[in-house]
Structure formats: C-alpha cells, structure tokens
C-alpha cells in the first residue's frame, strides 16, 4: 500500500485545512485509517481514525469539536478537515492505514504516508 498525503500548508489562527491522503494498493476498503501528528522532540500522536466503511470515527481530545475525518472509498482517499486551527495545531500530519479495523495507536498501523506539514501562525 502506498499512501500519499496533500493538503498541508501555512494558515492563520481561526482558519482551516482539508487534508488527503490517497490510497494506491489493496482494496482500499479493507484498510482502517487514521490521521497522526507529530512535533519535533514529541512522539506521533494521533488525531483521528475512521472505519473501513466510514461510519465509526475517533477524535483526539485536543482537536474534538472541530476536527472532521472522512472516507471516500470509491477515490481511495481519506480526509481530515480541521477547523479553527490553533497554532498548538503545527506538526507534521501524517496519514497511515492497517488491514482491519481503525485504531488510534500509532504501532498498529502497517502503512505510513511521506507526512504533510501544518504551520498555524498566530
């Protein structure tokens, strides 16, 4: 499986980001995914992972409420929205898949996407 994350960048405080991560391999559909984040000297956390069809999520606490994962499995590609960007948000933003169902430790995921930077200025 290889996963190629976009969508990253430069935003002000109180803006927002999408960001994808498609999917080239196995049936993307057989892949729980997830969205991690990690600043230098910090270990990967994770921000959020969804279900191979969609319908079960999960939210890191530090981004619940304006934070949306979501899953086009037609387009292989997985998606997180984060609204009200916080400068507390920077990280590299990293997509990573697993066969199976979603889950929210980084060392149960088999593939990693290249990360995408998030810079939020204050």
């Known amino acids: 499986v290889q996963l190629q994350a976009s969508g990253g960048g430069l935003v002000q405080a109180g803006g927002s980001l999408r960001l994808s991560c498609a999917a080239s391999?196995?049936?993307?559909?057989?892949?729980?995914m997830g969205w991690f984040r990690q600043v230098p000297g910090k270990e990967r956390e994770s921000v959020s992972a969804v279900s191979r069809n969609g319908a079960g999520t999960n939210y890191a606490d530090s981004v619940k409420g304006r934070c949306t994962i979501s899953r086009d499995n037609a387009k292989s590609t997985v998606y997180l929205q984060i609204y009200s960007l916080k400068p507390e948000d920077t990280a590299v933003y990293y997509c990573a898949g697993r066969q199976g169902s979603r889950a929210t430790i980084a060392s149960e995921y088999d593939y990693w996407g290249q990360g995408t930077q998030v810079t939020v200025s204050s």
């Open positions: 391999g196995p049936p993307f559909i057989s892949l729980g």
